[in-house]
């Protein structure tokens, strides 16, 4: 059963078990239409896909090879190649900007931020890095990627968002160059012996959800 609620006047919702992608942007797709046109709420929504893996609008078909013979969609949003799988928390972010500040790289900023800080709160050191996309760390291989930014605005409303490797299958990355990016190998919490199951890390994340907001704003870094 879907949770939703209220939090900080976003609607929070948690979806159990394995939610399609086509489904996932279908209603991205209409609620960001419905914010923007009939001021809807906005949404914050964290769930789990099957193995697939989604093209972004910089995607180069080289960088695709999926022995595994996984879906692959169109995803809209910014970007190269990405996985998506059970153990990984994804979270879609459907803000209005137009109210919250129109400056997409500090939304871009911001959201990042808010995932750090979260796996801060396990231990886990993860960083931005200079020239390269998405969240690193510190893992059993060296210099790692632990989660994957990729967002769309339009019309200045947000769609997609983040994904973080809690514990998926991390051979199952081998079937594209992950956001472009060769020389560095993707890593999980799990790999690196933390364990934060999905209520734990989502719990974290609303956490951190009012100062995320807030440094939409500028108040806070």
Known sequence: MTDERSTAGIEWRVSPGLVPYPEALAEMEARATAIREAGARELVWLLEHPPLFTAGTSADPAELFNPQGFPVYAA?????????????????????LDRRGRDVRRFVHSLEGWVIGTLAQFGVAARRAEGRIGIWADGPRGEAKVGAIGVRVRRWVTLHGFAVNL?????????????GIAEFP????????????????????????????????GDAV
């Open 167 to 179: 514990q998926p299958e991390l051979s199952h990355f081998s079937g594209i160059v992950p956001c």
């Open 186 to 217: 993707v890593t999980s919490l799990g790999e690196m012996g933390v364990a934060a199951g999905l209520d734990r890390f989502d719990s974290a994340l609303e956490g951190g959800l009012c100062r995320f907001l807030a440094s939409l704003r």
């Open 76 to 96: 809209g949003r910014g970007g190269r190649y990405t996985y998506h799988g059970p153990g990984q928390r994804v979270g879609y972010v459907l803000l209005d």
